[in-house]
């Protein structure tokens, strides 16, 4: 890593049940529908049943996040990466831990986001504008579904982004 730290700016829109009523990006329901139809008994997926090339429109912008959690407190990496994100952050942070990467006075808010999503186990969907100073001016939505290898303990995130200029660069 450089030493270069992106910050986060973001509102939260939705979460839990509300989501699907919410979601007026296709990528997004395309992304909501094969993730609920990985449940099984009412258990929440785990990382073994998402195959990202079963929704190959979706995986330039997925994002799966690695969970751990530490004592009391959580951590987040960057598992997977699509080129698309990738792209448009003109930067690959795959392996990185959220706090190698992201500026500490925003980072809180954040987490916060991502905490509540492994705490309760329901997905969300914010408006979030583009971490990076030079391209702050850049929103996207963020549709964050949780992923449980026990079907219950949330261990990794599935993260897709679509931004609202859809896929220009």
Request: charged share 25%.
């Amino acid at each position: 890593m450089s030493g270069f730290k992106w910050g986060l700016a973001k509102s939260f829109m939705c979460e839990g049940d509300d989501i699907w009523s919410r979601l007026r990006s296709p990528l997004h329901q395309e992304a909501y529908r094969y993730w609920r139809s990985k449940f099984s008994e009412g258990l929440l997926p785990g990382r073994d049943a998402i195959d990202p090339l079963e929704v190959p429109s979706v995986l330039p912008w997925l994002n799966l996040v690695d969970v751990l959690k530490d004592g009391d407190q959580y951590r987040f990496r960057h598992r997977l990466i699509g080129t698309g994100i990738v792209g448009r952050y003109g930067r690959d942070a795959t392996g990185s831990w959220f706090d190698d990467v992201y500026e500490p006075e925003l980072l809180g808010e954040h987490l916060h986001d991502y905490v509540e999503l492994v705490t309760t186990a329901r997905p969300n969907l914010s408006q979030v504008a583009m971490p990076i100073p030079e391209k702050n001016f850049i929103s996207y939505q963020r549709l964050a579904l949780p992923l449980a290898t026990d079907g219950s303990n949330i261990d990794m995130i599935m993260v897709v982004i679509d931004f609202d200029d859809h896929g220009a660069a």
